[in-house]
C-alpha cells in the first residue's frame, strides 16, 4: 500500500462509528445502542482525582476490586458497546480500515503519528470510567504496569503476576507468548517471541532503551509524539521514538507467535484491546508521557499546531452514550481528574 500525505490543514472530524463490518478483522460495533445523538465531552469536576497505581504493589482489596470489575465487563451482554469485546472493536476500528469519511481515499489511522499517545488516553479514560461504574466506585483507578522499572528487587518488569498466574482469573488472556510468562522479564526492544538474553542483559538493555527513547532520543514534540497528521492523511510514515518502542515491543512480547493470527492477542492491532493486560500497558504510557514533560529540555511539551488541539474522536462512554473529545481536552488532566 502506497502512504501519502494530503496535508488538508485540517483537523480530523469525529467520525461516525459505522455498524458494519468493513473493517479488515471485521469489528462491528453494536449500534446505535440507547438511541441518544453523541453528545460533546464536558468533564466531570465533581469526580474524585484518581491515582493510579503500581501494578505488582496492589493491595489485596485493590486486587479484589479490579478483578471484580474485569468480571462484570465481561459479563456484560455483546450487545453492549461498553463490553470488553466491543471496547476492542472500536479499538479496531480506529486502526484496521474501519472508519473510512466522506470523499476521503484513506481511512482513519490513530497509530504511527501523533494522534497516538492522545486517542489512547481518552480510551483508556472511558475504559476506566467503565469500570467505575460497574464497580459503582468512582474511586476505581487502572493500575499501571511498571515494565520501565528494572529493579530487581521489586517484580515490576515482568507480565502482572495477577494477569498471568491465576487460571481462573478475569485478567487472563489465553492467547499470549508461552516465554513473555513470569519470572521472565520484559524484553523492551522484543521482536516477539523468546529471546535467549540473560535476565542481567535485559535490564540492561532495557535501561538503554528508556534512555534512547524517552530521554536522549525525544527531545521535541516531533520527535517523541510522532508526524503530523490531519484529515485525510494516509497513516504510517511517522510513530514516535515512544510508540514503537517500548509500546509496540511490549504489545509483540506479549502476544502468541503461534497464535492462528501471528501475534494475537497483545501484538495484533485488531484485537490487543481483548486482553486486559492491554490497558495497565496503556496505563504506563499514559504515565511516561507524563513524565517525559518534567525532564530538562525546553520542548517537551504537546504539540501546539491546531491540527493536533482540535481533532475529535468519538468513543463509548460509561452510560453506553456516545461521546466526542476535541483533543484538547485529552491533555488537561485536571479535567480528566
Ligand atoms: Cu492502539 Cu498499544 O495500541
Not at 472511558?126 to 521489586?154: C, G, M, V
Not at 495484533?268 to 517525559?292: E, K, L, Q
Request: a negative charge; proline letters at 8%.
Amino acid at each position: 500500500q502506497m502512504l501519502m500525505r494530503i496535508t488538508s490543514g485540517t483537523p480530523v472530524p469525529a467520525p461516525i462509528l459505522p455498524d458494519n463490518c468493513t473493517s479488515e478483522e471485521g469489528c462491528c460495533m453494536p449500534q446505535p445502542y440507547t438511541g441518544k445523538p453523541a453528545r460533546d465531552f464536558e468533564g466531570d469536576l465533581a469526580l474524585p482525582i484518581r491515582i493510579r497505581r503500581p501494578v505488582h504493589k496492589l493491595n489485596e482489596s485493590e486486587i479484589a476490586r479490579l478483578e471484580r470489575g474485569y468480571k462484570l465487563l465481561r459479563e456484560l451482554p455483546d450487545l453492549d458497546p461498553r463490553s470488553l469485546s466491543n471496547q476492542a472493536n472500536l479499538h479496531c476500528l480506529y486502526c484496521d480500515n474501519g472508519i473510512y469519511y466522506n470523499n476521503m481515499t484513506w481511512p482513519l489511522e490513530i497509530h504511527n503519528h501523533w494522534l497516538f499517545l492522545p486517542w489512547h488516553r481518552m480510551f483508556l479514560y472511558f475504559h476506566e470510567r467503565i469500570l467505575a461504574k460497574l464497580l459503582d466506585d468512582d474511586t476505581f483507578a487502572l493500575p499501571y504496569w511498571n515494565w520501565d522499572n528494572q529493579s530487581s528487587s521489586e517484580e515490576a518488569n515482568i507480565l502482572p503476576r495477577i494477569y498471568s498466574t491465576n487460571e481462573t482469573s478475569y485478567l487472563r488472556d489465553l492467547n499470549r507468548n508461552k516465554c513473555a510468562q513470569p519470572p521472565n522479564l520484559v524484553h523492551l526492544n522484543s521482536i516477539g517471541g523468546c529471546t535467549d538474553k540473560t535476565a542481567d542483559e535485559l535490564r540492561i538493555e532495557n535501561t538503554q532503551v528508556m534512555y534512547t527513547q524517552i530521554v536522549t532520543g525525544a527531545p521535541t514534540p516531533r520527535l517523541f509524539f510522532g508526524e503530523p497528521y490531519s484529515y485525510g492523511d494516509s497513516g504510517g510514515y511517522g510513530p514516535g521514538t515512544f510508540e514503537d518502542n517500548p509500546h509496540g515491543t511490549v504489545h509483540l512480547w506479549v502476544g502468541d507467535p503461534d497464535a492462528a493470527t501471528a501475534f494475537n492477542d497483545m501484538g495484533n492491532f485488531g484485537r490487543s484491546a481483548r486482553d486486559p493486560v492491554f490497558y495497565t500497558h496503556h496505563s504506563n504510557i499514559d504515565r511516561i508521557w507524563t513524565i517525559w514533560k518534567t525532564l530538562p529540555g525546553k520542548q517537551r511539551t504537546e504539540p501546539t499546531h491546531a491540527d493536533f488541539l482540535d481533532s475529535r474522536f468519538t468513543y463509548y462512554d460509561e452510560n453506553a452514550d456516545q461521546v466526542i473529545v476535541n483533543l484538547s481536552q485529552i491533555i488537561n488532566t485536571p479535567l480528566l481528574r
